[in-house]
T-cell receptor
Framework: GNSVTQMEGPVTLSEEAFLTINCTYT??????LFWYVQYPGEGLQLLLKATKADDKGSNKGFEATYRKETTSFHLEKGSVQVSDSAVYFCALSDNWGKLIFGQGTELSVKP | GAVVSQHPSRVICKSGTSVKIECRSLDFQATTMFWYRQFPKQSLMLMAT?????????EQGVEKDKFLINHASLTLSTLTVTSAHPEDSSFYIC???????????FGDGTRLSIL
């Protein structure tokens, strides 16, 4: 079946450090891929998405590229801020629009 | 755009009480709404998928008589936790989508605490 695997957290970085959160997936067909962010006590916000191979999603300085050959969708940001501290979820969408989430990666950015 | 409102944000009630949670799409018509449950420091677990005007489809292991879902209009779905017990305490999150090709937009969640 379809599944998503993320790197385990927590990830702790200093402000302005480079961020990578790894995400790999297993899926039949050609799913859409997403990164969602969850701030404490809140629901999820869509951060970025990619719908086909080699697409790059980007938003607020975050980027992720849909790599079909490595079944990956790693999240990157060149310079993190304290305000980026949150839990990040990688997800794929199956043919019926259902989202399958990874386990989430907690990011903590220190000043 | 694409705002989903979930209400209430927090509920504390006694064991045996039934609790209703509302999920509204404020600026779009939600053909499909999803209900998730999230335990502390864990991922979201899909409970059920509801399409407007039809019965909800529950995921394996989710008791449909315990978690009643109604999707009576294109902008409103409700989840009722019937005869809630302490083990039902959790963070419940809804999401809504215009169609299967559109991303899901999430509400801010409801923290349910059963005493």
């Amino acid at each position: 079946g379809n599944s998503v695997t993320q790197m385990e957290g927590p990830v702790t970085l200093s402000e302005e450090a480079f961020l990578t959160i790894n995400c790999t997936y297993t899926a039949t067909g050609y799913p859409s891929l997403f990164w969602y962010v969850q701030y404490p006590g809140e629901g999820l916000q869509l951060l970025l998405k990619a719908t086909k191979a080699d697409d790059k999603g980007s938003n607020k300085g975050f980027e992720a590229t849909y790599r079909k050959e490595t079944t990956s969708f790693h999240l990157e940001k060149g310079s993190v801020q304290v305000s980026d501290s949150a839990v990040y979820f990688c997800a794929l969408s199956d043919n019926w629009g259902k989202l399958i989430f990874g386990q989430g990666t907690e990011l903590s950015v220190k000043p | 755009g694409a705002v989903v409102s979930q209400h209430p944000s927090r509920v504390i009630c006694k064991s045996g009480t039934s609790v209703k949670i509302e999920c509204r799409s404020l600026d779009f018509q939600a053909t499909t709404m999803f209900w998730y449950r999230q335990f502390p420091k864990q991922s979201l677990m899909l409970m059920a998928t509801s399409n407007e005007g039809s019965k909800a489809t529950y995921e394996q292991g989710v008791e449909k008589d315990k978690f009643l879902i109604n999707h009576a209009s294109l902008t409103l779905s409700t989840l009722t936790v019937t005869s809630a017990h302490p083990e039902d305490s959790s963070f419940y999150i809804c999401s809504a989508s215009g169609d299967s090709n559109q991303p899901q937009h999430f509400g801010d969640g409801t923290r349910l605490s059963i005493l």
